[in-house]
């Protein structure tokens, strides 16, 4: 089997209400690279690559990586990944070079699992929890008033979810009426909270301590991702679990996490670390440290499909980020319908990723 022909396909979702996320940042759009290889054999695979940019991971695609894919067999993904990624002409440790290969491996994988008839996470060792699903929390309260943030995770928990996730980091004070509010609609469910890399180290910390008080689940991108001994000091000081990874690439960057300490929970984004090679690879160093890994996952439905394969395969895995919304982008790009039931996500059992390109949904939202 030879690969014919790679391009990327842009999507975009204006949202009616923008996130709010911490030091005033509003984000109104989710854009999306959708990289599609298409071989002899007359099999496709689809991937994704967070660049978070989206023309830049389609230049990146097209131009750079296509010239050099174009002839290849699909199936020799690790051979692939290194002529990408450690080739001796291009190195790229970090960023959308990484980002854009990734979007090639996931894609790489979808065609593995449709030649071989399997699921991917099938090809990846097997369902390592054993039961066909994978426990969901709900990611979706952004910073907006109290009581409509309250409400939206009480809602959450009463649709079956055991966690969900907030977004803060806008002054500990309005932070902490936020938690509180939210701590006291949901119960003793899971509570996991996102600073987004607001604040700096003594706000951190202060911060830190005032999540203590609310039997919090973990603490995430509390500081800059640059900041590996800031996360490794709030984790020895604070008695709440540190969750870091969406913004580091590769198992060389996750690496340095786990030496220093600075990590409970490792997040590596599968559509920008280094795609399914490479948070799979991920997932087994954490295990060796004692790490569990929750990875990053908030994109399209192809994303989704991608961490559900790397989570499934892992004995080191916990808790998939799933967004609860009717996101237009989210199921109508998988191949049979996704099954959610009591924050429980099965997993998918069409071959390859169980993705697709809905056509009606490519039409819309199409951007180039
Ligand atoms: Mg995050």
Same mark, same amino acid.
């Given at each position: 089997?030879?690969?014919?022909?790679?391009?990327?396909?842009?999507?975009?979702?204006?949202?009616?209400?923008?996130?709010?996320?911490?030091?005033?940042?509003?984000?109104?759009?989710?854009?999306?690279?959708?990289?599609?290889?298409?071989?002899?054999?007359?099999?496709?695979?689809? *991937?994704?690559?967070?660049?978070?940019?989206?023309?830049?991971?389609?230049?990146?695609?097209?131009?750079?990586?296509?010239?050099?894919?174009?002839?290849?067999?699909?199936?020799?993904?690790?051979?692939?990944?290194?002529?990408?990624?450690?080739?001796?002409?291009?190195?790229?440790?970090?960023?959308?070079?990484?980002?854009?290969?990734?979007?090639?491996?996931?894609?790489?994988?979808?065609?593995?699992?449709?030649?071989?008839?399997?699921?991917?996470?099938?090809?990846?060792?097997?369902?390592?929890? *054993?039961?066909?699903?994978?426990?969901?929390?709900?990611?979706?309260?952004?910073?907006?008033?109290?009581?409509?943030?309250?409400?939206?995770?009480?809602?959450?928990?009463?649709?079956?979810?055991?966690?969900?996730?907030?977004?803060?980091?806008?002054?500990?004070?309005?932070?902490?009426?936020?938690?509180?509010?939210?701590?006291?609609?949901?119960?003793?469910?899971?509570?996991?909270?996102?600073?987004?890399?607001?604040?700096?180290?003594?706000?951190?910390?202060?911060?830190?301590?005032?999540?203590?008080?609310?039997?919090?689940?973990?603490?995430?991108?509390?500081?800059?991702?640059?900041?590996?001994?800031?996360?490794?000091?709030?984790?020895?000081?604070?008695?709440?679990?540190?969750?870091?990874?969406?913004?580091?690439?590769?198992?060389?960057?996750?690496?340095?996490?786990?030496?220093?300490?600075?990590?409970?929970?490792?997040?590596?984004?599968?559509?920008?670390? *280094?795609?399914?090679?490479?948070?799979?690879?991920?997932?087994?160093?954490?295990?060796?440290?004692?790490?569990?890994?929750?990875?990053?996952?908030?994109?399209?439905?192809?994303?989704?499909?991608?961490?559900?394969?790397?989570?499934?395969?892992?004995?080191?895995?916990?808790?998939?980020?799933?967004?609860?919304?009717?996101?237009?982008?989210?199921?109508?790009?998988?191949?049979?319908?996704?099954?959610?039931?009591?924050?429980?996500?099965?997993?998918?059992?069409?071959?390859?990723?169980?993705?697709?390109?809905?056509?009606?949904?490519?039409?819309?939202?199409?951007?180039?």
């Amino acid at each position: 089997m030879e690969i014919t022909n790679v391009e990327t396909v842009q999507l975009q979702y204006e949202m009616e209400e923008p996130w709010g996320l911490s030091r005033d940042r509003e984000v109104g759009t989710r854009t999306a690279a959708i990289v599609v290889i298409d071989t002899d054999a007359g099999i496709t695979g689809i *991937g994704e690559g967070v660049g978070p940019e989206p023309y830049i991971v389609e230049r990146i695609v097209e131009e750079k990586y296509a010239p050099r894919l174009v002839g290849e067999d699909p199936l020799d993904i690790e051979f692939l990944w290194q002529t990408l990624l450690t080739d001796d002409l291009y190195w790229d440790q970090k960023g959308q070079g990484v980002a854009a290969a990734s979007g090639v491996d996931i894609a790489l994988w979808d065609i593995a699992g449709k030649y071989y008839e399997e699921p991917v996470y099938r090809l990846l060792g097997g369902d390592a929890g *054993g039961n066909g699903q994978l426990k969901a929390y709900a990611s979706d309260l952004f910073w907006t008033d109290t009581d409509t943030m309250a409400d939206r995770a009480a809602e959450y928990i009463d649709r079956g979810f055991a966690g969900v996730k907030t977004h803060l980091g806008r002054g500990i004070d309005a932070d902490e009426e936020r938690v509180a509010a939210i701590r006291d609609a949901i119960g003793d469910a899971a509570l996991m909270v996102d600073m987004n890399c607001g604040y700096d180290r003594p706000e951190a910390f202060r911060a830190g301590q005032m999540l203590e008080e609310y039997d919090v689940y973990w603490y995430e991108e509390p500081l800059s991702p640059y900041n590996v001994d800031g996360l490794a000091d709030l984790r020895r000081k604070l008695d709440v679990p540190i969750a870091t990874g969406e913004n580091e690439y590769t198992k060389w960057g996750f690496r340095e996490l786990f030496e220093a300490g600075a990590v409970d929970y490792a997040m590596p984004d599968t559509m920008r670390c *280094g795609g399914i090679t490479e948070a799979n690879k991920i997932c087994t160093l954490a295990e060796s440290f004692g790490v569990v890994c929750s990875p990053h996952c908030y994109t399209t439905g192809v994303g989704l499909a991608a961490t559900m394969h790397v989570m499934a395969a892992s004995p080191a895995t916990q808790w998939l980020e799933f967004d609860p919304t009717d996101f237009p982008l989210y199921e109508s790009l998988f191949a049979s319908s996704l099954e959610v039931s009591d924050g429980q996500v099965s997993l998918p059992t069409d071959p390859g990723l169980g993705v697709q390109l809905d056509g009606a949904t490519v039409d819309r939202y199409r951007l180039d």
